[in-house]
């Protein structure tokens, strides 16, 4: 749509177009019945509130939270005793509900593109900066406590341009049930369903001088008048309980506020310099479907105001208009496409959330409705006792009016006393204390108990272990598991509440972060990281959830006994046992434990400047496992030895030190010098080899001497054996001629000879 593309500014819009308007509720802007139109709202909402006694139980919840039990304490002699049960159940159900931050997630609504992945990463990491930079838990804690005491919270999430030293920050307002209202009242009858209604109010006491110095009322602070009425207004009284003054039951509710809000409507202060009273502000954030053309073709129309929701602010019984202005969640630069990513483009900056549900209003029950009777059982039956110790305290003593003794001679010390007679006399005489009521009690026991089981209070005593003082882990996390099973319906509730905040605080980052703002939040390796965020980087199509029951106490005893038994029987790393430890700085230590003692001395040697070639050499030295292998790794050139290192390592520095700043480092010289060195320790390792293939062919000639010399020793021993041979068979034959030259005569005679000759 062409309309889509157009900033959500005045400038763009057309002018109203009346025709077109159909019943809203609230007139135009600028008209002289808007101011009247929102008061007579309000007294519809007021008179709803009055005719389901609502006032008037909230009044009475506030009361058995302060411990104003009894209402009539007129009668003298009888004590009246008030044990709060319910501000300790009360409070320990707050403090279960808010033990822990909320864990946050971001579910997409579209697909991005990777480059996209961060900003949802930023937008989680944003939400958890912002709840604990802004006190959020707090906030928390103060809506729980009132949901828990009147049975619904109320909160509004805005955009407050004058926090955080001006540049803006979103801010969640605690509203009183007492100050809230929706339209129509009868219809919304569930808090889920309070973005269906068609207004909400939020109806306030304010000082006058605070009115009129508001810097975008100065145009109508000379108008603006105290209202005195407002307390009676809204039925609100709870000043008088707080400072200990009998508190006065509305008598004709309905009468009363509908003549209360007339006489507003047509109040005027007679006395406009009364700047420290207080007045009634109220804010009216309504549904306006008017529409009208667009500027730049009038045949297509837009709403007039972003998400079709306006606002309102008067006072003065609506005689003054502060503000009458389009949804003030929306950045009027944003174009209507960006603006309609955004949470809060459509609906109520205004969360509810009930302790009990009830399915005839979205106000809720207070378990305090169901527990007051029980309370004030167990008051009765303690002041009962207390009665009963009183009385037993007192010691009476009986005199006969005919014992001849006078009651003032008795009260002496010392005294002698004659009774009329022996009778008489034993008639003076103590009477014995009234005995205690067993089911005095017992009842006080058994309204104990009564409101605990109510209540569903659990007691962590039960979790230790016979005969032993100390809570077992496993039992915590049992009854932990159970209080929790017990509480699903609140943890449900106000994990909603928790979860529509962050949403909400999402939506106004997005419009209204236009400045770089910086967060901190913690990796995954534990180390806290600073990063600047801007509106426009979160401006992706996303929905903030919250685990439910993440805000419930958790045994960290359990998570603790549970990782070191896992790491034990190797069941986990020691990532995951230092996760579950929440040790400071884990990866740090991790790494340190990674590196070893000789790591973190390498690591501090680099810090002071060692060059990287030093730390290199070292590192291969430690990593050697044995003498044996260092030395291997010598001889084969891998680790050069530590003079030459050094020499050369010397040499490397030596000459840098007289080179510009431009020329080389001293780690790319010493980096160059080992390269040099491994080339003469390849050139040495080629010509060792080159004499090894030398020796081997002197060896191979030698060899083939050694075997020519073995085969003419051979020759030589056939020889021989041929000759004998001949002249043994000469003997035998007896035929040796005797003219035979002898070999005697040559002066050469071998018999009896052995050949020298070796094999």
């Not at 406590?145 to 955009?159: A, H, M, R, S, T």
């Not at 039925?235 to 008598?251: F, N, T, Y």
């Not at 029950?365 to 527990?371: A, F, H, K, P, R």
């Not at 509730?493 to 999402?506: D, I, P, T």
Request: hydrophobic share 35%.
């Amino acid at each position: 749509m062409a309309d889509e593309e157009t900033a959500i500014t005045p400038e763009t819009t057309g002018p109203v177009n009346e025709t077109m308007k159909t019943g809203e509720l609230i007139p135009p802007e600028k008209d002289d019945d808007v101011g009247p139109s929102v008061y007579k709202v309000l007294a519809q909402v007021l008179k709803y509130k009055a005719s389901m006694g609502f006032p008037e139980k909230w009044k009475r919840g506030y009361e058995l939270k302060k411990g104003k039990h009894w209402r009539n304490t007129a009668q003298k002699g009888i004590p009246f005793i008030a044990v709060n049960l319910v501000y300790t159940h009360l409070q320990k159900n707050v403090n279960m509900l808010t033990d822990n931050n909320p864990t946050f997630n971001i579910a997409r609504l579209a697909d991005v593109k990777p480059a996209e992945e961060e900003a949802f990463e930023l937008m989680q990491h944003s939400a958890e900066h912002w709840w604990i930079d802004q006190e959020q838990q707090d906030v928390l804690d103060t809506s729980v406590n009132k949901g828990e005491n009147y049975g619904c919270c109320i909160e509004k999430v805005i955009f407050n341009s004058d926090l955080f030293y001006g540049q803006g920050e979103v801010e969640t307002i605690n509203v009183d049930p007492f100050h809230f209202g929706v339209y129509p009242p009868a219809k919304i009858k569930e808090a889920r369903n309070l973005q269906k209604a068609e207004a909400v109010l939020h109806f306030y006491p304010m000082n006058v001088r605070e009115a009129r110095n508001n810097p975008n009322w100065k145009d109508k602070a000379d108008a603006i008048r105290p209202d005195r009425e407002f307390y009676e207004l809204l039925g609100d009284d709870r000043l008088e309980v707080s400072k200990g003054e009998p508190s006065s039951r509305l008598q004709g509710a309905v009468v009363s506020i509908m003549n209360t809000v007339k006489e507003l409507l047509n109040f005027t202060s007679s006395d406009p310099g009364e700047d420290t009273d207080e007045l009634l502000v109220v804010e009216c954030w309504v549904r306006d479907r008017t529409r009208t053309k667009v500027k730049d073709d009038e045949s297509k129309t837009m709403p007039k105001y972003p998400g079709e929701m306006r606002y309102i602010a008067c006072c003065n019984g609506g005689n003054v208009v502060l503000e009458d202005k389009p949804n003030p969640s929306i950045n009027p630069d944003l174009t209507l496409e960006q603006a309609r990513m955004t949470y809060l483009f459509d609906k109520f900056p205004f969360i509810i959330a009930n302790s009990v549900k009830d399915d005839m209003h979205i106000y809720g029950q207070s378990e305090v409705e169901q527990l007051e009777f029980l309370n004030m059982q167990f008051n009765k039956s303690i002041s009962q006792l207390v009665s009963a110790k009183d009385k037993a305290a007192k010691t009476i003593l009986m005199n006969p009016r005919t014992s001849g003794v006078k009651n003032e001679d008795l009260n002496r010390y010392s005294v002698t006393v004659q009774p009329s007679s022996a009778n008489e006399a034993q008639g003076i005489r103590y009477l014995d204390p009234p005995t205690l009521a067993p089911e005095i009690a017992g009842s006080i026991t058994l309204f104990k108990e009564l409101f605990f089981l109510v209540s569903q209070s659990f007691n962590m005593d039960r979790a230790q272990q016979p005969g032993s003082q100390v809570l077992a882990y496993k039992a915590i996390a049992a009854l932990l598991e159970n209080a929790t099973t017990m509480m699903k319906g609140k943890v449900r509730n106000y994990s909603r509440l928790v979860r529509e905040r962050g949403r909400m605080y999402l939506s106004h980052s997005q419009n209204w972060y236009t400045d770089d703002r910086w967060i901190t939040y913690t990796d995954e390796g534990g180390q806290e990281v600073s990063r600047a965020i801007k509106g426009s980087m979160l401006l992706f199509p996303a929905k903030l959830t919250v685990v439910t029951g993440s805000t419930m106490p958790v045994s960290k005893v359990q998570r603790r006994e549970e990782a070191i038994a896992l790491f034990g029987s190797n069941g986990c790393d020691v990532e995951y046992l230092h996760e579950a430890l929440e040790t400071p700085h884990r990866s740090e230590l991790i790494k340190r434990m990674r590196m070893g003692p000789m790591g973190i001395v390498f690591d501090k040697l680099r810090q002071l400047g060692a060059p990287e070639p030093v730390i290199d050499y070292l590192t291969k030295v430690t990593e050697v496992k044995d003498d044996k292998e260092l030395k291997t790794m010598v001889e084969k050139g891998e680790i050069p030895p530590f003079p030459v290192f050094a020499q050369m390592l010397m040499q490397a520095m030596s000459q840098g030190q007289g080179e510009e700043e431009t020329g080389p480092t001293v780690q790319e010289r010493v980096e160059e010098a080992l390269s040099q060195v491994k080339i003469e320790e390849t050139q040495a390792k080629i010509a060792k080899e080159q004499a090894d293939t030398a020796l081997i062919a002197e060896k191979i000639v030698t060899e083939r001497v050694e075997q020519r010399v073995k085969l003419k020793g051979i020759e030589f021993d056939e020889a021989k054996i041929a000759l004998e041979r001949t002249q043994v068979l000469h003997q035998l034959a007896g035929k040796l001629d005797d003219k035979m030259p002898s070999t005697d005569k040559a002066g050469y005679n071998e018999r009896g000879m052995e050949s020298n000759n070796v094999e």
